[in-house]
């Protein structure tokens, strides 16, 4: 029944926005901007309305498919302005009169004489605030032109990436990661860091989504957006990257441009190596009979990857656009581990060595469709997406075990094999209708269904044989069926915006192995409302007010229970009864701008229920294992600072500063579990602009002591920096960065429970310093290849 209300309630509001819309006050000014060439899209024109005095009234530019519109224009005889950096300035003079002013489609002429000589001055504020968003333009940041997308990502305020690719926002892991407005096979296994970091143009923070997103991510939402070429023609560019440790990687693309079609292909080949040490003190026992263990690991992993992108957008006719692409990302991985243990305080004392090498291999493919409709309607829109991903992996570990003291012996060796596979299809709709001037409705609907499946196998050698290792030969099948469908209504003054959206979602999961040891059903039945608020106060400060209700859903790897074995006294075991937590958000920020100084603060408030945190327990056997449960709830109370200050021009300073106190309640196998305590992260950077076109940047992140009622972990400092030169006319750039470069990179934990200590520090990687050389054909800088385009998703 609530389905039907549910669908019920969509197509009432759809239905509802199929009526005529009432007309504002003054006229409205409609149409399209394209090259009078190729007939391609003209984004970001300005459309300027101008009196018999040649005076202002009023302006605005197109959105990213030349389409504009303009309310509010006088009834008097008017000039209509349409310019663009490299295109003549055309005029239409409108006669006086009264209703709806279409001018269809404007072409514009490229001006020859501009084209070789004009320069940009101008840039966009680094910061800006929207109604739903806050956006970090990626500019001329030199640690922002090598590397890749987490470089970049780790330079935007309250944004960490962690060295396994795992990103978190205001401390909160639970996050999701977009690309152009979309889910993207290249937010997957890691596959950020093949995007490289100059094809990015901002990257928006969306800590409360409206609506339209997935409730799933209870911090938010980070959208990643690609830079367009908006030339005709063939464009393109190459870049090389070399570095210590070895990170090498070749990145070309390619892309042409019609009145018809705009093609485009890129492809990314990495070879990375990285260097993690490791090192555990425990105690174990009661204070009269402890054993103390010294551990240290050595890791060196050594990853392949290939990815391949290619698609076309198709305009059909001046309504009508079709978009298809095709993405596939491959990786080798090669690993090689060296363990040693050194146990005292036992009778008599001894030592083991464990050694382990491993071979993983994943598959990742994915095809997306959108079509597009733009209705004589200014604003109005409609688009049908389709999205298909497949995936497959396959890991191999195989571990020999040694005793080396009281005596040298062989211990029997273990192997384990993995294998995964994945079909996820997306099938979704969404309508933006204006009902008039001020006021606009959208409205969509959203099938997702997802099947995974994992096998695991342990074996132990018993001489020339090999048997099951303590009966670990299981699959575990994981189905997904998620429902959704949203309707908001927004309206917008000059001073005033508000965008007001319920979205429900129907879940339904399915956890099951083989050997019956897990058949879980769950269903999730919600209503997600949302709230954006913001305000204008004048040209320089604005104000917003948000909430959202979101779910954060278990990942997989939260859910697998079969864990791999490779240290023989840690091990991360998941659950496959974790449940989904909720959360709350509400958050005040301001946005205010002076000539040399741009100021953002914020003030947030987020409730979750059935938190999600990591326990650690010890098995029969003595084995520490780590596994997600589920609190009863956790309430984060917080403020957010970020700061651009530039006192000369070729200055530029950033700070940003995140602080949250917290209180988290809940208990689990008889242990209270209540805790409270406050965090603290920061970043500065500083980029010199200097003569003949050379750059340099330093950038220093902070990140505050952690804990919970299990784990303190130490605060960590890095440092990163990069120095720039642009050669052949612009045309080139070469970079050279380092990033961890006081190898401080490491994390410092300490874990109690009952009748066990330890201490463990982690250092995932080693400094970093790569040398990178990009080279662009028909491309201005700071543009790249045209990417799909984002639908209504963005």
């Given amino acids: 029944m609530k389905t039907w209300l549910y669908l019920c309630l969509w197509l009432l509001l759809t239905g509802a926005a199929q009526a005529q819309p009432t007309v504002g006050p003054g006229r409205t000014l409609a149409g399209k901007v394209q090259d009078h060439g190729s007939g391609a899209p003209v984004p970001f024109a300005t459309v300027n309305v101008k009196d018999a005095t040649d005076k202002l009234l009023t302006g605005g530019i197109s959105d990213e498919n030349g389409v504009f519109r303009l309310d509010g224009i006088p009834a008097q005889a008017v000039t ?28 514009l002429m490229p001006d020859a004489t501009q084209l070789g000589e004009v320069t940009v001055t101008g840039e966009r504020p680094a910061i800006s605030l929207q109604l739903d968003k806050k956006v970090f333009e990626v500019g001329k940041d030199v640690l922002s032109q090598n590397g890749s997308a987490n470089d970049v990502l780790n330079g935007v305020p309250s944004v960490a990436v962690t060295p396994a690719g795992g990103v978190s926002l205001r401390g909160n892991p639970n996050v999701t990661v977009l690309v152009n407005g979309r889910r993207s096979g290249l937010t997957q296994s890691n596959a950020l860091d ?44 190459i870049r090389l990257v070399s570095g210590l440790p070895n990170d090498t990687r070749a990145n070309p693309s390619l892309s042409y441009k019609s009145s018809k079609f705009n093609v485009f292909a890129t492809a990314a080949l990495r070879l990375t190596d990285y260097v993690g040490r490791y090192s555990t003190n425990q105690l174990t026992g009661p204070t009269t009979d402890q054993t103390r263990l010294h551990q240290q690991q050595r890791e060196n992993r050594h990853d392949d990857g290939r990815l391949l992108y290619f698609g076309f957008d198709y305009y059909l006719n001046e309504h009508n656009t079709l978009t298809a692409s095709f993405l596939k990302n491959a990786t080798q991985d090669h690993d090689k581990t060296t363990l040693q243990y050194d146990y005292a305080s036992r009778t008599p004392d001894s030592s083991l060595v464990r050694t382990g090498e491993s071979w993983e291999r994943r598959s990742y493919q994915q095809l997306d469709v959108n079509y597009t409709r733009l209705f004589a309607q200014a604003g109005r829109k409609l688009t049908a997406d389709l999205q298909y991903d497949f995936w497959n992996s396959a890991k191999d570990w195989v571990l020999a075990t040694s005793s080396t003291t009281p005596v040298v012996q062989a211990l029997p060796g273990i192997r384990t094999s993995s294998v995964g596979a994945s079909q996820d299809l997306v099938v979704q709709t ?82 099951q192995d083989r050997e019956g040891t897990y058949n879980n059903q769950k269903r999730y039945d919600r209503l997600f409302p949302t709230l954006n608020l913001s305000y204008q106060f004048g040209e320089s400060t604005t104000a917003r007010l948000n909430y959202s209700k979101r779910i954060n859903r278990p990942a997989l790897w939260m859910l697998h229970p079969f864990n791999e074995l490779t240290d023989l006294n840690a091990q991360y075991v ?18 205010r701008h002076w000539s040399a100084v741009t100021f953002s603060p914020a003030v947030y408030y987020q409730r979750n229920t059935g938190f999600i945190q990591t326990y650690v327990s010890r098995d029969a056997a003595g084995t520490f294992i780590s596994s997600p449960i589920n609190l009863s709830r956790e309430i984060r109370r917080g403020l957010e600072l970020s700061v651009q200050y530039t006192p000369v021009p070729w200055l530029p300073l950033n ?9 988290q309640q809940g208990r689990y196998q008889e242990r209270n579990l209540n805790f409270s305590g406050q965090v603290l992260t920061g970043r500065l950077s500083a980029q010199v602009k200097l003569p003949a076109k050379f750059g340099v940047q330093g950038r220093y992140n902070f990140t505050g002591v952690q804990r919970n009622a299990q784990t303190r972990t130490l605060a960590i400092h890095t440092l990163a920096m990069g120095l720039s030169k642009n050669l ?19 994390q410092r934990t300490r874990t109690t429970g009952e009748n066990y200590e330890f201490n463990q520090v982690s250092s995932p990687n080693a400094a970093r310093y790569r040398l990178s050389f990009a080279y662009r054909f028909n491309l201005q800088d700071g543009q790249a290849v045209r990417q799909a385009k984002s639908s209504n998703r963005n």
């Fill in 80 to 107: 209509v302005e349409f310019r663009f950096i490299g295109y003549q300035t055309l005029s239409q003079a409108l006669a006086k009169g009264t209703g709806r002013l279409d001018v269809g489609t404007v072409r």
């Fill in 194 to 237: 093949q995007i490289p970091a100059d094809q990015i143009e901002r990257v928006e923070v969306i800590t409360n989504p409206s609506a339209r997103y997935d409730a799933a991510g209870s911090a938010g939402i980070i959208n990643i957006v690609l830079k367009k070429n908006r030339k005709g023609g063939l464009s393109g560019q």
């Fill in 574 to 591: 998941g659950n496959p009864d974790l449940n989904p937590s909720y959360g709350d958000v509400v958050e005040l920020g301001l946005l």
């Fill in 655 to 663: 700070a940003a500063l995140n602080g949250y106190t917290f209180t």
């Fill in 430 to 511: 969404d309508l933006v209708q204006p009902l008039s001037s001020r006021y606009l409705l959208e409205a969509g609907l959203k099938l997702e269904s997802r099947r995974v499946s994992s096998d695991f196998l342990a074996e132990e050698q018993l001489g020339p044989d090999w048997a099951i290792f303590r009966g670990i030969n299981n699959q575990l099948l994981y189905q997904e069926l998620i429902l959704g469908a949203y309707t908001q209504l927004g309206s917008k003054t000059k001073t005033f915006s508000y965008l007001l959206g319920l979205r429900t979602e129907l879940t339904r999961i399915t956890v």
């Fill in 728 to 746: 052949l006319r612009d045309k080139a750039t070469l970079v050279l960065d380092a990033t961890n470069v006081l190898n401080s990179d490491q």
